[in-house]
């Protein structure tokens, strides 16, 4: 709609390559974010035990930091992805054995990361991680040497036996602990579950503390917070479209910004023709 409005550009939708079976469960709603992260922490373990594999997505480091200690204190063996210095080089390597039975990742803005998750572990990323070191870039390897390395992984880590494991257990699972500021990142986490057919499934973990909440007003995300540190017995699942609704008028200051932006950048271009300036040079 607002490519078309705004742009004057047409979209066409294109059909995925196979049906996608991704199961989006309910959103649950907690009173604070100390209950919400205690509730993930056991939402892991219940998933663990299933033989699934679980991506977390945060929306900051220090929630991803948090998380992580949370996971360290009950024993689960896991891996953090954020923008600190040093993940960067493992970060190809973590993401292709995400899909791995029983395996757990937190990610932070995990929207492109510029790998697959593959149920059963990515032997082809792997392949090229061992390879690195030999060959600056990937392009250079000989496609039979490439063909060989996969084969060597998937021998070693057993990536075609661990794939029906988790297909049979239900494919990846991933769990939102915030809403974003758009709901385009929020489907890029989720998009991350039941790829090329593979099932899979996610749910979004929220609390009245949440920053989202903002886009309410002040007054009423004071209300809310106050409102948890109560807390008592209530159905907190019923304040979803709370969030809902944060997030529409979030959505919507920022179009009006890029409205504007639009306008302005025109005015400067008129302003510069007139002047007999290129009005498309800063």
């Known amino acids: 709609w607002e ?19 991704r199961i989006v469960m309910p959103d649950r709603v907690f009173p604070t974010e100390e209950a919400k992260f205690d509730a993930i922490v056991e939402e892991v373990k219940r ?63 995990m929207a ?20 690195k070191t030999q060959y600056k870039y990937r392009h250079q390897v000989p496609p039979d040497l490439m063909q060989q390395m996969i084969a060597q992984v998937e021998g070693e880590q057993n990536t075609r036996s661990n794939h029906h494991t988790v297909v049979q257990a239900g494919g990846l699972h991933v769990i939102g602990t915030e809403r974003h500021e758009a709901a ?22 929220l609390s009245l ?18 409102l948890g540190q ?21 959505e919507k200051r920022h179009y009006r910004q890029r409205l504007d932006l639009m306008h302005y950048e025109r005015q400067r271009q008129e302003i510069m023709k007139d002047l007999g300036a290129d009005p498309y040079v800063d």
């Open 3 to 21: 490519m078309r409005r705004v742009y004057k550009l047409w979209v066409v939708q294109v059909p995925t390559n196979r049906p996608c079976v």
């Open 184 to 205: 385009r990142i929020d489907r890029q986490l989720i998009g991350r579950a039941a790829r090329q057919g593979d099932p899979g499934s996610c749910q979004f973990f």
């Open 112 to 131: 492109g990361r510029g790998t697959d998750i593959l149920l059963g572990g990515n032997a082809e990323t792997i392949a090229w991680t061992q390879l």
């Open 209 to 226: 503390e949440d920053e989202i909440l903002e886009g309410v007003g002040q007054g009423r995300q004071d209300k809310l917070k106050t």
């Open 47 to 109: 998933l663990k035990t299933e033989a699934r594999p679980v991506l977390i997505g945060t929306r900051s480091v220090d929630k991803s930091e948090k998380l992580s200690k949370k996971l360290i204190e009950v024993g689960i063996v896991h891996y953090v992805l954020n923008a600190k210095p040093g993940n960067a080089e493992r970060e190809a390597e973590i993401v292709a054995q995400a899909g791995r039975s029983g395996a757990v990742t937190i990610a932070t803005n």
């Open 230 to 250: 109560i807390a008592g017995n209530r159905n907190w699942d019923s304040y979803v479209t709370e969030f809902l609704n944060a997030q529409y008028y979030v």
